[in-house]
């Protein structure tokens, strides 16, 4: 999550598409867009900015430099760069 002066960021990771429907269809998600929508509605002061990513099960790469375990690499686990993966070419052999 980030706040700034005009822009809030939320990420999230879901563990499937289905749970992610499912949320998307549940009352809690769908009174907090009613709310949102009967306070905002049309207004140009509020925008939403939304993306949906499908991952196959271990297809997929998350790199860190300099930082604790974030994102998908807390969320999945962490592989260590070594000098037999140390490129993006090799990583994606592997």
Known sequence: MYFGLRTTVMIQYWRSKDDLLAYAKGAKHLTAWKNFNQKVGS??????YHETYLLEQGNYESV????PLYGLAKAKGHIPITKEIMTAKKRLKA
């Open 64 to 67: 860190y430099g300099n930082m």
């Open 43 to 48: 207004s140009k002061a509020v925008g939403i």
